[in-house]
């Protein structure tokens, strides 16, 4: 069962999807993703529960349109079933018993960060968040960070929102200002260059810098290969090894270069998708048609 309960338009593009799942509820902890199909034709799509409630037996998920995939999920509605969902996958977040950590998201990050720092609060760990985006349309759950926080720091790239700049800054300022060590860690959670130049910022700091990887992925379990990643100089896998890995140690060019291989269809795939789009859902028919 994974009925869409309920769907919400965060920002432009930016859906929240609540989905009956309780059984993926009830094991799901910070960290864990799942991955989705909208159809018996679309592709798998990795996406990092947002949150969970157990009492409630519901998932929260949170994606941004930005290809074929993304936009037929996006076209699901409430009461609309996704054809597959399979989780929680990955190793969960390690909770360290920190004294202070600063989450940094960018983006889309914001929903996968929450869980995070939710948890840490929840132990007692003081927590600045620092939230990015392009622009103040594009942010979201601001009051939900913020209520996790002990220091919430906004940034926009065309400063609409917030202070002008990038996260790397208020980051930098942060691990500048720390002159008794108390930040034990830094999560970064976003685009990847960002997440790269957070590990950057934090490197010389000798702060650890855990970071969580989107690299393409097919069936979630190791068996295909395809979410591969160079981390230590170490082949591993995103979907068994992490998704988190330690954000000194990320081959990120390499990360990067294998993130543009489809670059080319992916676009092909959208556009054709934008001119001749698909009928909504049509799930139980296929269903119907498996079982004949």
């Given at each position: 069962m994974s009925t869409i309960l309920k769907k919400t338009e965060l920002a432009s593009k930016i859906w929240q999807i609540e989905v009956e799942a309780p059984r993926i509820a009830e094991k799901a902890l910070p960290g864990h993703?799942?991955?989705?199909?909208?159809?018996?034709?679309?592709?798998?799509?990795?996406?990092t529960i947002a949150d969970f409630?157990?009492?409630?037996?519901?998932?929260?998920?949170?994606?941004?349109?930005?290809?074929?995939?993304?936009?037929?999920?996006?076209?699901?509605?409430?009461?609309?079933?996704?054809?597959?969902?399979?989780?929680?996958?990955?190793?969960?977040?390690?909770?360290?018993?920190?004294?202070?950590?600063?989450?940094?998201?960018?983006?889309v990050g914001a929903a996968p960060i929450f869980p995070i720092a939710r948890a840490y609060q929840q132990q007692g760990t003081e927590v600045v968040t620092v939230q990015g985006a392009r622009s103040a349309d594009l942010l979201f759950w601001t009051d939900r960070l913020a209520s996790v926080s002990v220091e919430h720091v906004i940034t926009t790239d065309d400063g609409s929102a917030g202070r002008r700049g990038l996260v790397t800054e208020p980051l930098a300022e942060q691990l500048a200002a720390d002159s008794e060590k108390r930040i034990g860690g830094v999560y970064a959670i976003g685009p990847t260059p960002m997440m790269k130049f957070c590990a950057k910022t934090t490197e010389p700091f000798c702060v650890p810098t855990v970071v969580s990887l989107?690299?393409?992925?097919?069936?979630?379990?190791?068996?295909?290969?395809?979410?591969?990643?160079?981390?230590?100089?170490?082949?591993?896998?995103?979907?068994?090894?992490?998704?988190?890995?330690?954000?000194?140690?990320?081959?990120?060019?390499?990360?990067?270069?294998?993130?543009?291989?489809?670059?080319?269809?992916?676009?092909?795939?959208?556009?054709?998708?934008?001119?001749?789009?698909?009928?909504?859902?049509?799930?139980?028919?296929?269903?119907?048609?498996?079982?004949?």
């Open positions: 993703f799942v991955v989705v199909m909208a159809d018996a034709f679309g592709e798998r799509v990795p996406l409630d157990r009492q409630a037996g519901t998932i929260t998920l949170v994606m941004m349109v930005v290809g074929a995939s993304s936009l037929k999920l996006s076209r699901l509605e409430e009461g609309d079933e996704f054809y597959a969902l399979i989780g929680p996958l990955g190793h969960p977040s390690e909770i360290k018993p920190l004294d202070r950590v600063v989450m940094v998201a960018g983006g989107n690299s393409i992925m097919i069936d979630g379990t190791g068996m295909c290969g395809g979410c591969r990643v160079t981390v230590a100089k170490k082949t591993l896998f995103t979907c068994v090894d992490g998704p988190e890995f330690d954000g000194h140690q990320v081959d990120w060019d390499s990360l990067m270069s294998r993130q543009r291989t489809y670059h080319t269809q992916e676009g092909f795939a959208f556009g054709r998708m934008l001119a001749e789009p698909a009928p909504l859902n049509e799930n139980i028919l296929l269903r119907q048609n498996e079982e004949v």
